[in-house]
């Protein structure tokens, strides 16, 4: 069975790689998740009742995902992402590094309410056209390219919110963790994620930025759609408030964001004058497709026993010290990551950390730890994560064609650094706590 499953994870992740011709039909990574979950189905890999508990396990979750898309949607099209782009723009006053570390912190931010997906998706045409608007003619493509990697890796930094990344979504509701509790812990661990993937970025890429620019023109806004965009700026605070006051109110995560997807969508019919359809076919169905296809191959991961034998290579490279067991957690969970796609690793890691039963607080505390991993391990191979195939094939419609081994020489190492100063972020903090807490 174990070859089995490995066979299916490999012709599952080679099809979503790959993206090969079957007559007229291109397999997508989509198709290709839902063919390595038949596949697991059909070889007896899954068994079929264990399907409809990936299901039961992924709804809540998956409302959450598509309740974001659809806020995402709505925001770009009121036009508040333009905005940002253009403000940063002048705000760096002709300055090229300063408009870098602007795009750099903007699409953090981004990231961090609007999920790395959707700031890839989204940042990345924003960003090509805007660096063609004030880079012209004068810019060459190592020029511009810096900008298009800043663009990627906010979309692969820690989350410091749970709805950051669908992989924390997942693994956070697997473990019962909240949304604030979530953000207690991951917010120092994605502060030290920011500062060593920027730090890296500027060290390949900082002689490559121009020093100056030409400002662009800023875009009129009508009356109409200005006031569209202040409804929309206040909904998505109302809804940012729900998810911090989750431990007052006890109203889940993803309760508020259906909500606030609901408002926001009424508001887009009844003020904007758009059409609820138009939201719903934009949402990124492939990428909720994918995610429960890879959950289910995870399952098939676990069920041929290769949970179990990640579980014993944490346990020797740590020794049973938690401290290092956090750690080798996050390391092979960041690997794995970048080897095998980080969907069906969160759901892998999940199962191994609950097989080894710790107590509450050091389980959910490994369970962080395999999400930094996961969050950040895509960054060392381009089939780790959706949001960077996305990203190659966005800037390839453009023109633009980014070799792999430059992101290759480029995330290994960053990458790396990443995840080791994060989790040791996440173990003073766990010091700190065991000092203070009775």
């Given amino acids: 069975m174990e070859v089995a499953a ?6 599952t992740v080679g099809l979503s790689l790959g993206r090969p011709r079957l007559g007229r039909l291109r397999i997508d990574h989509a198709q290709a998740a839902i063919i390595g979950a038949l596949a697991s189905v059909a070889l007896g890999i899954v068994p079929p009742d ?5 299901a039961k396990m992924l709804a809540r979750p998956v409302a959450t995902i598509v ?10 099209s009121a036009g508040l992402f333009e905005i940002i782009a253009g403000a940063l723009a002048r705000g760096a006053r002709g300055s090229g590094p300063r408009l870098f570390a602007s795009l750099f912190l903007a699409g953090t ?3 961090t309410f609007f999920t790395n997906d959707a700031a890839v998706l989204i940042f990345t045409p924003l960003v090509f ?59 120092l661990p994605a502060a030290v994620s920011i500062v060593v993937s920027f730090g890296g970025l500027w060290l390949f890429f900082g002689s490559q930025v121009p020093r100056r620019f030409s400002l662009p023109d800023p875009v009129p806004s009508a009356t109409s759609r200005r006031r569209l965009q202040t409804l929309c700026a206040a909904v998505l605070t109302l809804t940012l408030a729900g998810f911090f006051s989750e431990g007052f109110t006890g109203v889940p995560t993803w309760v508020v964001a259906a909500s606030g997807a609901a408002a926001l969508l009424a508001v887009h019919v009844t003020v904007g004058g758009g059409h609820a359809r138009t939201i719903v076919r934009g949402v990124g169905w492939d990428v909720i497709v994918f995610l429960c296809g890879m959950f289910v191959v995870a399952m098939g991961l676990r069920n041929a026993g290769l949970a179990e034998a990640v579980g014993d290579s944490i346990r ?14 996050g390391v092979l969970a960041s690997v794995c990551s970048a080897v095998i796609n980080n969907h069906p690793t969160a759901g892998m890691m999940a199962w191994t950390i609950q097989d080894f039963g710790l107590p509450g607080l050091q389980t959910k505390l490994l369970a962080f730890a395999a999400l930094i991993g996961g969050d950040l391990g895509p960054k ?27 992101y290759v020489r480029i995330g290994v190492p960053v990458t790396l650094v ?16 065991g000092l203070v807490s009775p």
Avoid: C
């Fill in 6 to 11: 490995i066979s299916v994870l490999a012709l």
């Fill in 418 to 433: 990443a995840v080791v100063a994060s989790i040791l972020a996440l173990n003073l903090e766990a010091w700190i706590y």
């Fill in 129 to 187: 056209h805007l660096i063609e608007r004030i880079g012209g003619s004068e810019w060459k493509l190592e020029n511009k390219i810096p900008f298009y990697f800043a663009v990627l890796y906010v979309g692969n930094l820690v989350g410091a919110l749970v709805i950051a990344n669908p992989i924390n979504i997942v693994v956070s509701s697997i473990f019962a963790i909240g949304f604030v509790e979530y953000a207690r812990w991951m917010v």
């Fill in 50 to 54: 264990l399907v409809f508990v990936a």
């Fill in 67 to 76: 309740s974001l898309m659809v806020i995402t949607l709505i925001a770009e």
């Fill in 109 to 111: 931010v981004v990231g």
């Fill in 316 to 329: 020797q490279l740590s020794g049973g010290d938690l401290s290092r067991m956090r750690l080798s957690t």
């Fill in 380 to 406: 060392m191979l381009p089939i780790g994560s959706l949001a960077a195939l996305m990203w190659f094939r966005i800037l390839r419609d453009r023109g633009v064609q980014i070799p792999y081994w430059l």
